[in-house]
């Protein structure tokens, strides 16, 4: 017999809820503990994963595989072509491995909530248990209910309750033990496992030399990686983090979006390890950088709240109803410069060559370039929010999906549909010496503080021209008075 952990988006050994059940579990029942990753192209395809963030999984699985190795754990990787064969394929394994039992950390997304249900039945029939339990949430979906009984859709009240909710069960930010070491045995018996290589990412997911050089050191893989990201955030920067979070040209994040994405590390240890900082046990007080940036933490749980309670966001539908009629443009050159950063809006171009250069995008920036798609180009955010996904090294459906839906107005919580953000007042306020923009659009190096938020309207034209630099594709002030209509008519038919 043999206990099996299934890993998905949870490649770590430390505080993780699945793995720490189904070694304990092993451990009663004293048999060995097997876990297994299913590389699934299609997945990757259906998942829109980047290749920068597949080539992370791929790292993270290397590492994981030998942490689990010095347990005597065994880390089988298979890939397998077709996502619908993966059940099957698992109950084949089970067999083969003579496990009874297989253990899982929740997914919500609504086809892998489905098929995992599914095989919750479907192993049961096969005499198997499958146990697959929340843990990518400090607070689990479902638990929190607003005064008449229904599910938040605005995040202030929610996240009152989620902060309520964990101080009465304080238990959520207790952390799991890593797995027990496994019977020598095993190495033995497993051997086959022990030996399997991960593979090379699919042909369609690959990564350049160069682009590998360049992410490998900007993005080191694996759990202790995010630890030690975790630990110097909160030694060097928590404190600050509420006056600096929102300045791109500072490195005042934790930047352990990457790491919160592919489950290097959870949520709950991010909390906790803030919160034992704090001079108070509250979650909403102390420290005003350590309050703020458990917040944020929050706005991820939020999101994943959201897509238990909507599914359908999960299927290309926003979630306000009404918000379906708008007429988008389709404007392809428009989509393309921005895209390759080449709108003439060097704020949203910076971001874009951010974004495409590391993997990698500034919270502000993503809401400036989010807004200016979906407002300014009115082109249908759906688009933006598919090339994020494509680039992103932390692309989470979830929190991708809710960030469009604020900055486009159509989600949860939105920002309201007539509040559009003037790309220049962003810039001005948010990298007002032009820090962020002189990196990342280095044709505007020499123009002067007031100059390079818009070099075209403040006198540097030409400048800006001899350098390369491209006009501005579109008017703000017609774009803002285009949306408002587009949005106005589009709500009124909706
Ligand atoms: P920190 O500021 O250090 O925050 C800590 C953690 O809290 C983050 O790692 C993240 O897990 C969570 N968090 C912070 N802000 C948010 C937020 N607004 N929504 C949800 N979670 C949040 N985040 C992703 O992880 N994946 C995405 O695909 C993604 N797409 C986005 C798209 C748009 C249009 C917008 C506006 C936001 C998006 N975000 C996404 C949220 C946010 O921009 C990133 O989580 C953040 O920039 C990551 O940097 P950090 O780890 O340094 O964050």
């Given amino acids: 017999d043999s206990v099996i952990h299934w890993f998905k988006t949870d490649l770590r050994c430390n505080d993780n809820r699945a793995l720490a059940l189904a070694s304990e579990k092993a451990k009663e029942a004293a048999v060995p503990l097997i876990c297994m990753y299913i590389v699934s192209p299609q997945d990757f395809e259906a998942h829109l994963a980047s290749p920068v963030r597949v080539d992370f999984i791929l790292?993270?699985?290397?590492?994981?595989?030998?942490?689990?190795?010095?347990?005597?754990?065994?880390?089988?990787?298979?890939?397998?072509?077709?996502?619908?064969?993966?059940?099957?394929?698992?109950l084949e394994l089970m067999e083969q491995w003579g496990s009874r039992h297989l253990f899982a950390n929740m997914e919500y997304e609504v086809d892998e909530l489905r098929r995992e249900a599914n095989m919750v039945h479907d192993l049961a029939e096969n005499g198997k248990s499958f146990e697959v339990v929340h843990d990518t949430c400090v607070v689990p979906p479902g638990q929190l209910q607003s005064g008449s009984g229904n599910q938040y859709a605005v995040y202030?009240?929610?996240?009152?309750?989620?902060?309520?909710?964990?101080?009465?069960?304080?238990?959520?930010?207790?952390?799991f033990d890593s797995p027990n070491k496994n019977p020598g045995t095993a190495r033995k018996r497993f051997k086959d496992l022990f030996d399997c290589a991960v593979p090379e990412a699919p042909s369609n997911k690959q990564l350049t030399k160069e682009e590998k050089r360049r992410f490998?050191?900007?993005?080191?893989?694996?759990?202790?990686?995010?630890?030690?990201?975790?630990?110097?955030?909160?030694?060097?920067?928590?404190?600050?983090?509420?006056?600096?979070?929102?300045?791109?040209?500072?490195?005042?994040t934790s930047s352990l979006s990457v790491h919160l994405a592919s489950g290097t590390i959870s949520s709950r240890t991010c909390v906790r390890t803030a919160r034992d900082r704090n001079k108070t046990k509250k979650l909403d007080g102390g420290n005003e950088g350590i309050r703020v940036w458990i917040s944020e933490v929050a706005w991820r749980d939020f999101y994943k709240h959201v897509l238990v309670h909507w599914p359908y966001v999960c299927m290309n539908k926003p979630y306000k109803p009404e918000y379906s009629n708008i007429a988008w443009s389709y404007n392809e050159e428009h989509f393309k410069a921005w895209c390759e950063g080449r709108t003439g809006f060097p704020i949203v171009d910076a971001a874009m060559r951010q974004l495409n250069h590391n993997g990698y995008m500034h919270n502000r920036c993503r809401m400036i370039v989010a807004s200016f798609l979906s407002k300014d180009l009115l082109i249908d955010w759906r688009k933006g929010e598919r090339y994020f996904m494509e680039h992103l090294i932390d692309g989470d459906f979830a929190s991708n999906n809710g960030g469009w839906g604020f900055s486009a107005s159509v989600g949860v919580d939105p920002q309201p549909y007539?509040?559009?953000?003037?790309?220049?007042?962003?810039?001005?306020?948010?990298?007002?010496?032009?820090?962020?923009?002189?990196?990342?659009?280095?044709?505007?190096?020499d123009l002067d503080n007031k100059e390079i938020h818009d070099p075209y309207g403040r006198g540097a034209g030409a400048k800006a021209k001899k350098a390369g630099y491209p006009k501005p594709i579109v008017n703000h002030k017609d774009c803002r008075d285009r949306a408002l209509n587009a949005y106005k008519e589009g709500i009124a038919n909706g």
């Fill in 59 to 90: 790292r993270t699985l290397e590492i994981l595989k030998r942490d689990l190795a010095k347990l005597d754990i065994p880390l089988y990787i298979e890939t397998v072509e077709r996502r619908k064969q993966i059940p099957d394929r698992i």
């Fill in 156 to 175: 202030s009240p929610w996240y009152r309750s989620w902060v309520a909710h964990i101080h009465a069960d304080l238990d959520l930010l207790e952390l």
């Fill in 216 to 252: 490998h050191s900007m993005w080191p893989a694996g759990e202790n990686a995010a630890k030690e990201r975790l630990d110097k955030f909160c030694e060097e920067k928590i404190g600050g983090y509420s006056d600096n979070r929102n300045i791109p040209a500072e490195d005042g």
């Fill in 418 to 445: 007539f509040r559009i953000f003037n790309p220049l007042l962003q810039s001005e306020k948010f990298d007002p010496e032009g820090v962020y923009i002189r990196k990342w659009v280095p044709e505007l190096q």
